[in-house]
């Protein structure tokens, strides 16, 4: 006679080990990398100014304006970028993934806006790099930041399209955190721009 | 109805049959070029890093021997001559000891910390080719009359980029090693368990991270004035001045932190003993990382830095710094007799030249020697740079049966260090003593003669000469045991021939592509190998 064994239960699978946070964490250091040369960089500007202004000289060069609209704006965008961000990663917790969509493209609009805000101030200042030490100094410092801020937005780009392919939960959205680390790094280091470098001139 | 249910025949097939998951198919070039095993990387570096080491020290002779007579430029014309200092200093930096260091660290702290893989391992391959590929540009400029000194504007600018692409290299990867440090440790592996070159290399890599990039926004600044209009620092004879303060002391100093890190493994495990003060440890070469960052130190911002009495105290705490590991390592050493071994050699000679470094680092600070601008400062920077690269080699020599899978020979090693000690001491006396006797740090014009200061010159060439005979002596024994280490089988490959403590010592030698057959252990003590033994016991 043939003996039926027990049916064997379905076994729960194991839990998945943590999972390193290298994304985070390396992002963090390359913020840290790129804070430290801006850090450099207006360091200089500084300096420099302090000593044309302590010369009894004037910083600006003849006939060059800087306008405030235009960098305030551009400050105004970033912030809210940093608003509709935290609203992504808040969405994408919460498993709300169409505000995550939208959140994350109305960032990546700022984004380029305020990339267009720095194009159009460069027109309207009229200040020419080889010029002044100045020019040198001025578009060195946001030239850099507009590099920055194209790399920033790729970033933010692919996370958005792996966000869009299904990627991110609650418990996984690491990759988005560390995007949004690296845009609030390019807004912390424009916000020091904005104030050494336009509004204190 | 008979119904039997057995489960599933799950046995696995046998290992050899089962290639780990998404381990690489594809072999030879391709597989070089596309690798982002950390194992591969490591060993690139190291291999660059050598290549570059033995053309820069055949350099670095050559300008000992154009200083023997300073009547007139006799080797090398005066342009040459300036451009040929700035690539000594340039490649001994950024072309051979920080990549020795990374290379290490690239093969070594993953295995150490228990971890699959290096955290970002496509940037850390990327970092890699970025570099070499940006290294050869930055030699070339020199080639097409660019570099400091140079007399073809574009080929400055040229320089300028490759520099700035070096930098940025060394960050990325840097950040790799870092990451890997802090984020993919082994179970139970807290940071206080972190093995000891793996926290040399955390907090170097960090004092990278924050200091290199100053380094790279000087040249954004200075490639850019350079190329319109030359208003600020961007004239021909401006662009070293900018970046000189990255060889000189405190910001020197960075490229010599992990020296601490090797000197502490590999005596602890030549002595066969748990290093009892390890968080002392951990504290004074986080210490002397956090003395060496130096880009407070740039023209700009401290031109009168020599009566600035935080630049005094920061070289004198260095030396205490130094002076602690002494006494660390010391009591290390007091409670089980060392084994005499090749790494061992290389180790406390690289210990030597960094103390010799800091203590010429203490003397070069102090204002009322007027050493400063001197050749004393040149001599101060080749001691540490010549600690870093021979504790990097220290490290290869150490790690070679995981990187090659055969130890190298310790003869070998210890002729090295020998070599090394002598040349560091001839190149160490003849520029300390001619700075001292004010030879001035980069004479770029014919100067008096003056009793003395030649002979000490030619002392100084020699001494690279000597280095150059080290370098070939080393790279040969290398060669030799990567061969041996090809040609073997696996049973001549032990896995812990030292009988260390750290985790990289468990698994075989060379190390499987994802580091470990097995996961790790959770890891309970610093020396988790000790801990297996004890088990054992």
């Known amino acids: 006679m043939a003996v039926a064994t027990r049916p064997v239960p379905a076994l729960a699978p194991p839990p998945q080990p943590r999972r390193p946070r290298v994304l985070l964490v390396g992002t963090a250091f390359a913020v840290a990398a790129v804070a430290m040369s801006f850090m450099g960089l207006l360091g200089i500007y500084v300096k420099v100014r302090a000593e044309a202004i302590a010369g009894g000289g004037t910083w600006l060069p003849e006939g060059v304006t800087i306008p405030l609209t235009p960098p305030n704006v551009a400050m105004a965008t970033l912030l809210m970028s940093v608003v509709t961000m935290q609203w992504a990663i808040y969405a994408i917790g919460n498993r709300d993934r169409t505000n995550a969509y939208v959140a994350l493209a109305i960032t990546i609009l700022l984004g380029a806006a305020f990339a267009n805000s720095t194009a159009y101030l460069y027109s309207q200042m009229g200040l020419v790099v080889a010029d002044s030490v100045v020019g040198v100094l001025i578009y060195a410092i946001s030239g850099a930041h507009l590099v920055l801020t194209v790399a920033a937005l790729l970033y933010l780009g692919l996370v958005a399209l792996r966000a869009l392919g299904g990627e991110y939960t609650p418990t996984d959205r690491e990759g988005l955190s560390s995007a949004a680390l690296l845009w609030y790094g390019t807004v912390a280091v424009y916000s020091l721009i904005w104030y050494i470098v336009f509004i204190t001139k | 109805m008979t119904v039997t249910e057995t489960r599933p025949d799950t046995t696995a097939a046998p290992e050899a049959e089962v290639p780990p998951e998404h ?84 093969f070594v702290v993953p295995l150490q910390v228990g971890a699959r893989s290096i955290a970002l391992p496509r940037a850390a391959a990327a970092s890699f080719w970025t570099w070499l590929v940006a290294g050869g540009i930055l030699i070339g400029s020199y080639a097409i009359d660019g570099g400091p000194g140079g007399g073809d504007a574009e080929g400055i600018d040229l320089w300028i980029v490759a520099f700035g692409l070096v930098i940025v290299a060394l960050v990325a990867a840097s950040v790799s090693v870092a990451t890997t440090v802090l984020a993919d440790r082994a179970e139970g592996m807290r940071l206080t368990r972190t093995p000891l070159f793996s926290w040399s290399m955390l907090v170097a890599t960090s004092l990278w991270i924050l200091s290199l990039p100053v380094l790279a926004a000087n040249l954004l600044l200075v490639g850019i004035d350079h190329r319109y209009g030359q208003q600020l620092f961007g004239t021909d004879a401006d662009v070293w001045a900018q970046v000189a303060w990255a060889f000189h002391q405190p910001q020197i100093y960075v490229v010599a932190i992990p020296v601490f890190g090797v000197v502490l493994d590999v005596v602890a495990t030549a002595s066969g003993a748990r290093p009892r003060f390890r968080q002392a440890a951990m504290v004074v070469t986080g210490l002397f990382g956090v003395l060496a960052f130096g880009a407070w130190m740039q023209p700009f911002f401290n031109a009168e830095a020599l009566d600035d009495l935080w630049f005094i105290g920061v070289a004198w705490v260095s030396l205490l710094t130094v002076l602690g590991l002494l006494l660390l390592v010391g009591e290390t050493v007091g ?83 020998l070599l090394v000690l002598t040349g560091a001491t001839l190149v160490a006396l003849g520029m300390l003593w001619s700075g001292a006797l004010d030879q001035p740090l980069l004479a770029t014009t014919a100067i008096e003669v003056r009793d003395g200061v030649e002979a000490l010159s030619v002392l100084a060439a020699i001494g690279f000469v000597v280095l150059v005979l080290a370098a070939v002596v080393a790279a040969l024994s290398l060669v030799v045991a990567v061969r041996k280490g090809l040609t073997s089988s696996p049973e001549h490959r032990p896995d812990d021939p030292w009988g260390g403590q750290t985790l990289e010592w468990s698994t075989t030698s060379p190390p499987p592509w994802n580091n470990f057959a097995e996961p790790p252990a959770p890891v309970l003590t610093a020396s988790p190998l000790f801990d297996s033994v004890e088990e054992g016991a």
């Open chain 2, 23 to 106: 381990a690489p198919t594809s072999r030879g070039l391709p597989a070089l070029l596309g690798s982002g095993d950390h194992k591969v990387v490591g060993r690139l570096w190291i291999a660059s890093a050598f290549v570059y080491l033995l053309v820069l020290l055949g350099l670095a002779a050559l300008l000992g021997f154009e200083d023997a007579d300073q009547s007139a430029f006799q080797v090398l014309g005066s342009d040459v001559y300036v451009q040929v200092f700035s690539l000594s200093r340039v490649g001994a930096v950024f072309l051979v000891a920080i990549p020795l260091f990374l290379g290490v660290a690239t």
């Open chain 2, 335 to 417: 409670r089980n007799r060392p084994k005499l071994s090749g790494p061992l050699a290389l180790a406390v000679v690289s210990f030597l030249l960094l103390l010799g470094a800091t203590v010429a680092g203490g003397f070069a600070v102090l204002d009322v020697l007027e050493l400063w601008d001197t050749a004393f400062v040149a001599g101060q920077m080749h001691l540490t740079v010549l600690a870093a690269v021979t504790g990097g080699l220290a490290g290869v020599w150490y790690w070679l049966p995981k990187i090659a899978g055969r130890k190298a020979s310790d003869a070998a090693g210890g002729l090295v260090a």
